[in-house]
């Protein structure tokens, strides 16, 4: 079939791919230039599509990438793979809104187009049918339509592959869902039907709320451990040992990412909007995950305060800046949190992160530095916030005068853990 993949991000991106080698013909369409550039050019941005995948599929033209939206021309199924970020508490579905209003202008009786984006249950039927109807001059029923969560791990490929992850699949009619079931069950292993469009924008929030408010009961309770003089990370080991009715989360300095801190505020924002209720959980797990950065901050202060050396005139050196453990990415990292406190303190901060990619360190508040023996050495403390797998933790333990750990990845007399 012609597919149309719009939004070319670690999502689209990878969802054109793995169409285009089953033999889809797919057009990988975004408004960035400069990403459409590098697709044409064979250069994957993203950690789960090589550049000799792309090229493979740029090579026998089933796959090419355009900024162009008239050729988009002709599409039997347009998959809608664009951000939905909050601002201020307020979910923006302008990127939805804009991309619907192109592919409105291309569809035909007979297509589908499938959001894929996380958003509040309502948006396919409330906003994105309007829009389709709109611009096509089509009624709903004529084209075809629905919602399909993305679950992609950025990076855990190791532990769940693309395909290998179930995909739940919904539409707004049966002919809806026969389509879009049909679509995604030859590229995914597993395809889960769901009754509609709002189970299944519900399913996704269900799945990351869970892992949000489960991290923040586990980040409260690791502070009172602290408190209490007890090891959390002994306890969490020990509570994971019973076989069932048990997820492990580990404490850390925040919840970072923009599908974690983001996807919960989704429904928050829902029941306010349409119900005139709070979503307590949702409210309460981002008070508590927002304020671990502080909580970081402060412990490492009374480190420093009982090495009699204020924080103030410290040099502190951030490990691991990314928003989680082997991840290149940046946003709504606690490390930023963090960097910002220590130097309204009066530290002099640096920050060391082998994963971040090359030119991206302007988006950091403190200077990167090598993450080597004089860097540690000539630290009055080291923070280990990210435990990536390319730090030489040994090497960390025996330079480094004290580091707050906050991965308890660490041990040592110099070493206190969160
Ligand atoms: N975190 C903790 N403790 C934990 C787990 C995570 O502090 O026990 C922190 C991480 O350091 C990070 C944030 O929470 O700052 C989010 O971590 P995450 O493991 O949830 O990773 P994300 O945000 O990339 O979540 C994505 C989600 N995938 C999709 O939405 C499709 C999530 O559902 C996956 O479970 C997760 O990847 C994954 O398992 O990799």
Same mark, same amino acid.
């Given at each position: ?214 991290? +923040?009961?586990?980040?409260?309770? &690791?502070? !009172?451990?602290?408190? #209490? $003089?007890? *090891?959390?990370?002994? /306890? ?96 709504? +990292?606690?490390?930023?949190?963090? &960097?910002? !406190?220590?130097?309204? #303190? $009066?530290? *002099?901060?640096?920050? /060391? ?66």
């Amino acid at each position: 079939m012609d597919v149309v993949v719009a939004g070319q991000g670690y999502v689209g991106l990878t969802l054109a791919v793995r169409a285009a080698e089953v033999g889809h013909r797919v057009l990988g369409y975004d408004v960035d230039l400069h990403r459409i550039n590098q697709l044409t050019a064979g250069e994957s941005y993203v950690e789960d599509v090589t550049s000799t995948q792309l090229r493979a599929v740029l090579d026998t033209g089933a796959y090419s990438a355009t900024a162009d939206a008239a050729a988009l021309a002709g599409y039997d199924i347009a998959v809608i793979t664009v951000p939905t970020p909050l601002r201020d508490g307020v979910p923006d579905l302008s990127y939805i809104e804009t991309c619907a209003r192109t592919l409105g202008a291309h569809l035909r009786p007979g297509a589908a187009v499938v959001l894929e984006s996380t958003t509040y249950p309502g948006t396919t039927e409330e906003l994105l049918l309007p829009i389709l109807e709109e611009t096509s001059g089509l009624k709903a029923g004529d084209f075809l339509a629905g919602f399909s969560p993305e679950r992609i791990a950025p990076g855990n490929k190791k532990r769940w592959s693309f395909d290998g992850t179930p995909k739940l699949v919904s539409g707004i009619d049966a002919k809806s869902l026969d389509t879009i079931k049909g679509f995604y069950a030859g590229i995914f292993r597993t395809t889960v039907p769901v009754s509609g469009t709002k189970v299944a924008e519900l399913a996704k929030l269900i799945e990351n709320t869970f892992r949000f408010v489960n991290i +923040s009961m586990i980040n409260e309770l &690791a502070t !009172l451990a602290a408190a #209490l $003089g007890v *090891d959390i990370w002994e /306890a969490i080991d020990a509570a994971a040992t019973k076989p069932f009715g048990f997820t492990r989360f580990t404490p850390g300095p925040g919840v970072g990412g923009h599908c974690l801190p983001v996807d919960p505020m989704f429904l928050s924002w829902k029941a306010q909007e349409e119900l005139g209720v709070p979503f307590r959980f949702a409210e309460l797990a981002a008070d508590v995950n927002r304020q671990m950065p502080d909580y970081v901050v402060r412990r490492l202060a009374e480190a420093l305060d009982k090495r009699g050396r204020p924080v103030s005139g410290s040099r502190i050196l951030l490990l691991g800046l990314t928003y989680k453990i082997n991840a290149t990415d940046l946003r709504e +990292s606690p490390s930023a949190r963090v &960097a910002e !406190l220590l130097i309204s #303190l $009066g530290a *002099d901060v640096r920050g /060391a992160d082998p994963n971040i990619p090359d030119g991206d360190d302007t988006k950091l508040n403190v200077p990167l530095v090598d993450a080597n023996a004089e860097e540690m050495t000539a630290s009055d403390a080291v923070v280990l916030l990210m435990d990536h797998a390319r730090f030489d933790l040994a090497m960390i333990e025996k330079h480094a005068p004290y580091v707050f750990d906050c991965r308890n990845r660490l041990s040592g007399p110099n070493v206190e853990t969160l």
